[in-house]
């Protein structure tokens, strides 16, 4: 059998035909290598999870209820998914945003952040916590992104993985909650997905978001920095209007 460990795949195939992948985070260098690349996207199945919009301020991206007199439970699902501290960009799927800012605000590591934290404590899914951290540097910028995931059906014990990359122009990697939709939903297994990245920040945003299950998305940013500047653009997409 034939394995091309260098495939890369645009991200529209890989969303298409997969109802419910959960929530997800893509990382990578556009095309002509001089943007950094992330995206964020959220899906729901419940009321409670359809419930929410994303809402940019300034560098930071928060969720919030879209109506506030149907939220049934705010643990889990309200959040900022993306802060900047210095020279590093956040991005992940819980408050676990919060714990890395904290520690990298003391000098500490992303990954001594994430040794303190778990999968989510929502049994029977016990759904993973993914995060994702860009750390720029005289001009470029590599990236990490993590997954912590029961190693067991009952949640006794938590297996923590790390991806370390240096960026590549066009090279992108995805990595999301569940494989596929279920009950209970599998968890992510194996490397993040290798992703092309696009120049065109517009074409890359439509592409995502046509690509989610039309039933089950809610919300997706999209962020191009400048790796010269330091400026950003972004993209924000919101289900509920």
Avoid at 95 to 113: C, P
Avoid at 125 to 148: A, H, V, W
Avoid at 199 to 222: P, Q
Wanted: charged content about 20%.
């Amino acid at each position: 059998m034939n394995y091309d460990v260098y495939k890369t795949e645009n991200i529209g195939t890989v969303l298409a035909g997969n109802s419910y992948g959960g929530r997800g985070i893509v990382i990578g260098k556009s095309e002509d290598g001089k943007k950094a690349v992330l995206a964020y996207f959220i899906m729901g199945r419940s009321e409670n999870s359809r419930n929410r919009v994303f809402i940019e301020r300034g560098s930071e991206v928060v969720i919030n209820a879209f109506d506030p007199s149907k939220l049934a439970d705010p643990t889990l699902i309200i959040y900022s998914p993306v802060k900047v501290y210095q020279n590093y960009t956040i991005v992940t799927n819980g408050d676990q945003t919060d714990t890395i800012y904290h520690f990298l605000t003391n000098g500490k590591s992303f990954d001594e952040a994430l040794e303190t934290r778990e999968f989510e404590p929502d049994a029977p899914n016990l759904t993973p916590r993914i995060s994702g951290l860009l750390t720029f540097e005289s001009g470029d910028f590599s990236y990490k992104m993590s997954i912590l995931k029961s190693g067991t059906p009952d949640g006794a014990v938590c297996n923590r993985y790390t991806f370390s990359y240096q960026s590549v122009a066009g090279l992108g990697h995805y990595i999301h909650t569940y494989n596929c939709d279920g009950n209970p939903i599998p968890t992510f297994t194996g490397e993040p997905e290798r992703i092309v990245i696009p120049n065109d920040m517009e074409a890359f945003t439509e592409e995502i978001w046509t690509g989610l299950d039309g039933e089950n998305k809610v919300s997706l940013y999209v962020r191009y920095i400048d790796l010269a500047s330091g400026a950003f653009e972004s993209r924000l997409v919101n289900k509920n209007r």
